[in-house]
């Protein structure tokens, strides 16, 4: 499936998401539409919302601008956008990172991602690996929890964040009892 397919069904998602809170108003949109992006720009978020802002303002015939809020694993613009009216003027470009992952991190968290947000559609989809150096003769996830266990604090990885989805995993790995 094209990806302009794809933003224009989510857009139209979009549309028919809004027809119950239009009654009695003026017309939506009447005013600029704000794209929450909990990551800063450049990365494939900050992409994804670029090509759906596009998709949305040609199909309502509106300005919908990206707003890049950056920081605590995306929980600050989750966090704003939960705030905000519920008028469809502020909307949230998540992930399981906002919505699940940093009430895992931290139970104390000022929104309730499952409770505070409408699922409107789905945008992209992004696999998560576990990559390693052929040279260091990790091979399976089994010599990687191995390689730790032998090991302390000689190995580090990347993720996309602390309280991510990606941190989750890799901190669960990490408990797995080492394989036989």
Known sequence: MKLKTILNTIAMLGICSFCGIAQGQSAYPAKPISLVV????????????????????????????????????????AQKVARAAPDGYTLLLGSTNELVATKLFNPQQAYDGSKDFTYIGVVEHQGAMILASPKSGIRTTD??????????????????????????????????????
Do not use: C, F
């Not at 919908?64 to 809020?69: A, M």
């Not at 990347?158 to 669960?172: D, N």
């Open 143 to 180: 010599d990687l929890i191995k390689r730790m266990r032998s090991t302390p604090g000689a190995l580090s990885y990347g993720t996309s964040g602390i309280g991510s989805m990606l941190h989750y995993a890799m901190e669960s790995l990490m408990q797995k009892p080492i394989p036989a």
């Open 38 to 77: 909990g990551y800063p720009p450049g990365g494939s978020s900050d992409a994804a919302a670029r090509a759906l802002a596009q998709a949305l303002s040609t199909s309502l015939g509106a300005t919908v601008v990206v707003e890049n809020l950056g920081g605590a694993t995306g929980a600050i613009a």
